[in-house]
């Protein structure tokens, strides 16, 4: 069974976008979304810093538009038995899946960016991935510093989220048995209660949704369940914001399922180096340029034939 991944936010590099844009039909796709949301994401794809990148706004509408692009050079979605983003990646799994529309799936992120961004403006805010350590220690430690561990994503990788005093004093002193502690591209404490304004947006904005059932096996990343239905993702998808990303649960329930292969939507990389680690022997594809696309079919047909 091959599972389709989409990374979430930090994934993205000055002009990522670029080579994306050379297939057919995408520069036109890009130009259509950006219409809709009322944002240049052709720009902030290829000409972009990456301080322009690093807003939440922008970034986390562009890596939904460039996890669309890349997933629609996969074919058909029959291919795949279930489907999972990371963070921000859920909304390109939601639209994947069928239970959003390319457009509303679009139009949700950039209001989630926003609101998010927003949050983030209230107190100076920052996440770190603690490498490395036993579970149980590194939480215990991160709440002793007043952190939450927004990001427990399996394979000895969990990310803290609090106040910039806190992550330095995470730096300062990282927990015993961890390899080191790596602060991320990221504006805010993201899935945490600083994210609480946040929810109160998405909330009001879901209510012009009429989201379909998933098409095949979405797994959430709030507690790696299968959903089944259109109105559930979507109510997760809008308190995800504000709670812990449960990866480490997501990798679990992909080898329960039988999980024989993965392939992690642009910007690949992050989720498919997790998946070495905790899924080891599961050969997997990152697209990280087109290049990468016809790697990405042979893994496919492989596991079709």
Sequence with gaps: MLVLVAPGQGAQTPG????????????????????AIGLDLAHYGTNADADEIRDTAVAQPLLVAAGLLSAASLGSPAAFGAVAGHSVGEITAAAYAGVLSETDALRLVRTRGLAMAEASAVT???????????????????????????NINGAGQIVAAGTTEQIDAL???KPEGAMKVVALKVAGAFHTHHMAPAVAVLEKAAEALSPADPALAYVSNKDGLVVATGADVVARLVGQVANPVRWDLC???????????????????????????????????ALKTPDDLDKAAALVAEQTA
């Design 124 to 150: 100076e805010t920052g996440m770190a991935a603690v490498l490395g350590g036993d579970r149980d220690v590194v939480v215990a430690h991160l709440e002793k510093l007043g952190l939450t561990p927004a």
């Design 251 to 285: 990798m679990e329930t992909f080898a329960q399922l039988g999980v024989t292969g993965i392939v992690e939507l642009c910007p690949g990389g992050t989720l498919t180096g997790l998946a070495k680690r905790a899924l080891k022997g599961v050969p997997s594809v």
């Design 171 to 173: 730096v300062a002193e």
């Design 16 to 35: 990522f976008l670029t080579p994306w844009l050379d297939l057919p039909g995408a520069a036109d796709r890009v130009a259509a979304w950006s219409d």
